[in-house]
């Protein structure tokens, strides 16, 4: 029994290995990321949470290295209002970010889409009807592919938007979690894993 528990362990590390993915979040604290802004960011339950504060601004946390052409995944839940997003290829002075966030919003909000701040906005939305593969207010599967100048995202293993753009294929960056300023806003993540293309 013990080998066979050892060779299931065994195989898993190395399935693990294999998969060359990297956790950004060690379930404990903040190592690895930096805070911008006054809104919350802490660890409880081995759980990241972010929520808003009393300045109910813009907030971010950011990752210390930057990644260029990668995958993400990260699961989330929403509370509250949700009105939260993923930045890639992203840069940061104060609580003003340059780079593209993939929506994480309540529902009808486009979540899975991708948003240019301070700049061009929204660049695309998800179609109207994979806005039904949001579970809101309950665990969500995000995966984010940035290869080049192209963008997919997937919400809960359904694809929702694939798009190319000159720009994005130009930059590089931090990945970061944000605030919608506004106040009301709690969200929770897990899992979340990069590896690099």
């Not at 299931?8 to 950004?24: F, M, N, P, Q, R």
């Not at 210390?64 to 995944?73: C, I, R, S, V």
């Not at 104060?94 to 889409?113: D, F, N, R, Y």
Request: aromatic share 12%.
């Amino acid at each position: 029994m013990k080998k066979l528990v050892l060779s299931a362990i065994t195989l898993l590390t190395l399935v693990g290995c294999k998969s060359g993915y990297t956790s950004l979040f060690n379930g404990n604290d903040l190592t690895g990321w930096e805070i911008y802004g006054t809104e919350k960011w802490y660890v409880e339950d081995g759980l990241l949470i972010s929520e808003s504060g009393p300045d109910k601004k813009y907030g971010y946390l950011a990752t210390d290295e930057q990644y260029k052409d990668f995958e993400l995944t990260v699961e989330f839940k929403q509370e509250a209002d949700g009105n939260s997003g993923v930045f890639f290829r992203s840069s940061i002075e104060g609580t003003k970010i340059t780079g593209w966030q993939v929506e994480v919003a309540p529902p009808a909000k486009h979540t899975g889409g991708i948003y240019e701040s301070y700049g061009r906005g929204w660049l695309i939305q998800p179609e109207a009807s994979k806005d039904e593969n949001l579970k809101y207010g309950e665990w969500n599967k995000m995966k984010i592919r940035v290869v080049g100048n192209h963008v997919t995202t997937w919400l809960n293993g359904e694809e929702m938007v694939s798009f190319t753009d000159e720009k994005i294929g130009n930059a590089n960056g931090k990945i970061a979690l944000q605030i919608h300023d506004g106040g009301g806003i709690k969200v929770f993540w897990r899992n979340l894993k990069v590896r690099s293309l």
